[in-house]
């Protein structure tokens, strides 16, 4: 069982990515664009107009596993900053806060900063592409399975 787990462990990241990134990136174009509900911000303005480009374009970028260790590196240090410069004022804990998005962004971003993008992404498509090579499966060797 853990085998197959571990088989699937590059997929699973590369789904992971696809759906972090893209919930971040709705919620930068909800932020930047006013759309889905959300509040347009006036243009340029500190931080909310920059926070808003930042999810947008980063989120678009690890949603397609393109620089997505830079990319997630960003949002990652973006969501390190609203919560702790926006939320973690207001009260200690993410709960009392309302930054569980920001502390849950933060942390999932900077997982995908050592991880990488997993399996499906265009990071792979094109390093395969400029060296000839077929694209790698993981850049680390599965765990192996422990018998119980």
């Known amino acids: 069982m853990l085998i197959r787990l571990n088989g699937a462990q590059p997929y699973a990241l590369g789904l992971f990515r696809f759906v972090i990134g893209l919930i971040f990136a709705i919620h ?28 947008l374009v980063c989120g678009s970028l690890v949603a397609l596993g393109l620089g997505t260790r830079a990319a997630a590196f960003l949002a990652s240090g973006s969501m390190a900053y609203a919560y702790f410069v926006v939320h973690q004022p207001n009260a200690l804990t993410p709960v009392g ?26 990071d792979r498509l094109f390093a395969a592409r400029t060296s000839g090579a077929p694209a790698e499966k993981s850049r680390r060797e599965p765990a192996t399975a422990v018998s119980v």
Not at 102 to 121: E, K, N, R
Request: proline fraction near 6%.
């Open 97 to 122: 806060n309302g930054g569980e998005t920001s502390a849950l962004f933060c942390w999932a971003f900077l997982l995908l900063v050592f991880t990488g993008p997993g399996a499906v992404a265009l």
């Open 28 to 55: 930068g174009a909800s932020s930047l664009f006013g759309l889905f509900g959300g509040r347009e911000p006036e243009f340029g303005t500190w931080p909310g107009w920059y926070a808003a480009l930042i999810q």
